[in-house]
């Protein structure tokens, strides 16, 4: 009921900048917090940045300084900005969204859901030294 899309990655140089964008639509009440993730292959997925519906943020030690996230809660969007790059940062970026949504009952009616890990498809990042 519920799906992320994430845009913004490619390619770029070590030092240069890119922002990621990620959109929740579908049958939303309301988004609690919302993430960003990375993931290299053969480690574990890993937090980058999140932030909650007040807007309090925390950040992965390795991007602080470098990476801020912010969202837009009229358009259902989380934003992670990425400066100063290194190819270290290169992964596969994941948005996650912790959710509540308008399920239908059987027979008519609705209730409130709440998924806790909604993901997106990921979003490559790619930084070349």
């Known amino acids: 009921q519920v799906q992320l899309v994430e845009s913004g990655g490619g390619l770029v140089q070590a030092g240069g900048s890119l922002r990621l964008s990620c959109t929740a639509s579908g049958r939303i009440f309301s988004i609690h917090h919302m993430g960003w993730y990375r993931q290299t292959p053969g480690k574990q997925r890993e937090l980058v940045a999140a932030?909650?519906?007040?807007?309090?943020?925390n950040y992965a030690d390795s991007v602080k300084g470098r990476f801020t996230i912010s969202r837009d809660n009229a358009e259902s969007t989380v934003y992670l900005q990425m400066n100063s790059l290194k190819p270290e940062d290169t992964a596969v970026y994941y948005c996650n969204a912790d959710v509540t949504f308008i399920s239908d009952k059987d027979g008519g009616g609705w209730y409130l859901d709440r998924n806790l890990e909604v993901w997106g498809q990921g979003t490559l990042v790619t930084v070349s030294s």
């Open positions: 932030i909650t519906s007040g807007g309090s943020t």
